[in-house]
């Protein structure tokens, strides 16, 4: 379990191999695919990711769209990916939700931020039943309590 699964042989359909410089690189459609995640709001630790499995819905690659809907945690969320670019490994933040998902590897790694844990469009449940409910605000101190009186 603690091994990652081996990497897919990727096609690319501009002729080149899925180790090349470039933002689309994905898997083939169909096939399921390990995704590793790392919250660093979260204190993740990056030689320990989390991970989830995604199926492309369809279409070459895993889609933004594909990574939403079975991303396990309730809330809304920014992602962003891990791929090789000229100098080396850099984030790439994607934000179409039909874009196909950079590869790193021959494997799709993610950091995450969390905006809410509050999301209607979450795990299908309604507004307000995704996570803990928010904080009150902290109680003032004694002193601006007299000063507010």
Known sequence: LNDPPPPLQLEDPRGT??????????????RPMVVYYLLPGDNDDSEHPNAFEVIPAGGPG????????????PGKYHFR???RWESGPI???????????PLFDDRIFMKVLRFS?????????????????AAPPPAAAPQQQQ???
Not at 17 to 30: C, F, I, L, Y
Not at 62 to 73: A, G, W, Y
Not at 117 to 133: E, F, H, K, T, V
């Open 62 to 73: 895993v889609k933004l769209r594909d990574i939403r809907v079975r991303f396990p945690l």
């Open 117 to 133: 844990w509050n999301d209607p469009r979450s795990l299908g449940q309604p507004a307000g039943a995704a996570g803990p409910a």
């Open 81 to 83: 990916f891990k791929m």
């Open 91 to 101: 984030w790439m933040d994607v934000t179409n939700e039909d874009s196909s998902v």
């Open 17 to 30: 191999d899925a180790h090349s410089a470039g933002p689309t690189m994905s898997a083939g459609a169909g």
């Open 147 to 149: 000063q507010q009186q």
